[in-house]
């Protein structure tokens, strides 16, 4: 099973039918697999904070949403993140391209990778970082998370898992 088969069957397994995604080179693959599921709603944003407001209704009209976006945009949707979901309890399953740590080929996506985990940890979202062959069960047991405390809960991928073994 290819690294991206692995997120997308987590997502049928956890049952979600609702996702907005902002493009990212790795997740490119998954991305594909949301698209041709005509079992998920699949709406592609501009921005990340848009994609978290998108969930926020999604959920409230009986979805199960997730976002799927690179962790440079994890920045731009705090406000949204802490302002709509953690305040009225919205729960959204975030699956991140975790850019920036060991082996970054781009010096710009540093800073940020390094920031990434902090910055969950600081506004108490969970957070998943599992090991190649491993992001099914990741993506399902984040979602549950996210359900049963209502909130955000995130699954961080980063380069050691899209890399071929």
């Not at 949403?65 to 309890?89: E, F, K, R, V, W």
């Not at 080929?105 to 998943?128: D, E, F, S």
């Not at 099914?136 to 809960?153: G, N, Q």
């Amino acid at each position: 099973m290819t690294a991206s088969l692995a997120i997308y069957s987590g997502l049928k397994h956890a049952g979600i039918d609702f996702a907005v995604s902002v493009p990212c080179v790795n997740l490119q693959e998954l991305l594909v697999l949301v698209e041709e599921d005509p079992d998920i709603i699949h709406l592609p944003a501009t921005r990340e904070e848009e994609g978290v407001g998108l969930c926020a209704g999604a959920w409230m009209g009986g979805r199960r949403p997730a976002l799927l976006m690179q962790n440079s945009g994890l920045g731009n949707c705090i406000n949204a993140l802490a302002s709509l979901d953690m305040l009225y309890g919205i729960p959204l399953l975030m699956i991140i391209s975790h850019r920036g740590g060991k082996g970054e080929p781009i010096a710009g996506q540093v800073p940020m990778g390094g920031l990434t985990i902090p910055l969950l940890q600081t506004l108490n979202i969970p957070y998943k970082t599992p090991a190649r062959g491993k992001g099914e069960e990741a993506v399902v047991a984040s979602w549950k998370e996210a359900r049963e405390r209502r909130c955000p809960a995130s699954v961080l991928l980063d380069l050691e898992y899209w890399r071929e073994r």
